[in-house]
């Protein structure tokens, strides 16, 4: 069973960067497409990006495209979240998750989505 750990999050002010990061233990990283997500209070768990298997489709929600860009190393079995231009709306927790199922995709579906990560807290202040 996967076991992912984000890190990275904390206090920032609008239009700073910050990066997140997601160390995975337990699968075979390369082999599996992974994904970014958040909450925030009052609010349902959605898609921020994900990346392929491969790393050579990657989606984002419209509400991130082009402040935000999802990577991953597979030598170090660590998916990235660079943030740039934070704003007070992206305050939230940020989670990790893995993919169900080798070999896939990225997906904007959480029900794709089998193994999470604790999450990490982002707050931006205006």
């Known amino acids: 069973q996967a076991q992912l750990v984000e890190s990275g999050g904390g206090l920032a002010q609008a239009g700073d960067s910050m990066k997140l990061s997601c160390t995975v233990s337990?699968?075979?990283?390369?082999?599996?497409?992974m994904g970014w997500f958040r909450q925030a209070p009052g609010k349902e768990r959605g898609l921020i990006a994900a990346i392929a298997w491969n790393g050579l489709n990657t989606v984002y929600a419209d509400s991130v495209k082009g402040r935000f860009t999802v990577s991953r190393d597979n030598g170090q079995s660590t998916l990235y979240l660079q943030m740039m231009n934070l704003k007070p709306e992206d305050t939230a927790v940020y989670y990790c998750?893995?993919?169900?199922?080798?070999?896939?995709?990225?997906?904007?579906?959480?029900?794709?989505?089998?193994?999470w990560g604790q999450g990490t807290q982002v707050t931006v202040s205006s």
């Open positions: 998750a893995v993919a169900r199922h080798p070999f896939g995709v990225a997906s904007r579906y959480q029900t794709d989505f089998g193994s």
């Open positions: 337990g699968v075979t990283f390369s082999r599996y497409a």
